[in-house]
C-alpha cells in the first residue's frame, strides 16, 4: 500500500533562516505530487504539484520554491522565511482523481 | 477559476443530533467533488467522493452527501452525529478533465459536537 511520510512533524525558526521540508512517498511510481499551506479559517492553498522529476508548477507566487529531485521526493523551500509563512503544510500524492495527504508540518516563524 | 464555499465557519451540535454542512462550487463544466475530515491531530482523510453516477454517494463512517447539479452544491450530512466526530470538514473540488488534477478547498467548518 501507498504512504506518504512528511518531515520534520514541527518546526521554529527565526524571520529571516533558510527552509527545507521533505516529503517521500511510498508504494507508487511517478505521482502527481503537492504542496498546500492551511491557515486557520482559510482551509488549503495549493501552492505547488509537480507531474514528474524536475517538474514544478507554482500556483501562488511567494516566498517559496519547490522542487522534486527524485520520482517520490518533493521538497519544499524558503532562501529566508518570513513571519507570514507560518501555518501548516501538506504534501499530498494522487491516485485517479483523488489525492490523499501526509501528516503535515507545522512551522512557526518567529 | 473555480472557487469553493462553505456556508458555516463554526458548527455546535449535541450528539444525536443531524447534521447538514453546506458546500456549494462555482464551476460550469464537469467536477470531482470531495469532502475531506481532519480529526484533531490527525492527517487529513478522504471522507466521499462524486465523480460520476448516482448523486448521492455514501463515504466511511455513516457520512452521505449529495450532488445537485443545478444548485452547484455537494452537502455532507449525518443523521446522527456521535461526540467522535468532532473535526474540521473541508469541501474540495476539481475539474473532471483536469489533467493535473490541483483541487480547490473551501474555507472548512469545524465541528464540535458535544456529549
Known amino acids: 500500500s501507498q504512504t506518504i511520510h512528511q518531515w520534520p512533524a514541527t518546526l521554529v525558526q527565526p524571520v529571516g533562516s533558510p527552509l527545507s521540508l521533505e516529503c517521500t512517498v511510498e508504494g507508487t511510481s511517478n505521482p502527481n505530487l503537492y504542496w498546500y499551506r492551511q491557515a486557520a479559517g482559510r482551509g488549503l492553498q495549493l501552492l505547488f504539484y509537480s507531474v514528474g522529476i524536475g517538474q514544478i508548477s507554482s500556483e501562488v507566487p511567494q516566498n517559496l520554491s519547490a522542487s522534486r529531485p527524485q520520482d517520490r521526493q518533493f521538497i519544499l523551500s524558503s532562501k529566508k522565511l518570513l513571519l507570514s509563512d507560518s501555518g501548516f503544510y501538506l504534501c499530498a500524492w494522487r491516485m485517479t482523481e483523488t489525492q490523499y495527504f501526509g501528516p503535515g508540518t507545522r512551522l512557526l516563524v518567529l | 477559476a473555480q472557487s469553493v464555499s462553505q456556508h458555516n465557519h463554526h458548527v455546535i451540535l449535541s450528539e444525536a443530533a443531524s447534521l447538514e454542512l453546506g458546500c456549494n462550487y462555482s464551476?460550469?463544466?464537469?467536477?470531482?467533488l470531495f469532502w475531506y475530515v481532519q480529526y484533531p491531530g490527525q492527517h487529513l482523510q478522504l471522507l466521499l467522493k462524486y465523480f460520476s453516477g448516482d448523486p448521492l454517494v455514501k463515504g466511511i463512517k455513516g457520512f452521505e452527501a449529495e450532488f445537485i447539479k443545478s444548485k452547484f452544491s455537494f452537502n455532507l450530512r449525518k443523521p446522527s452525529v456521535q461526540w467522535s466526530d468532532t473535526a474540521e470538514y473541508f469541501c474540495a473540488v476539481n475539474a473532471g478533465n483536469s489533467g493535473y488534477s490541483t483541487l480547490t478547498f473551501g474555507k472548512g467548518t469545524m465541528l464540535l459536537v458535544s456529549p
Open positions: 464551476y460550469g463544466g464537469t467536477v470531482n
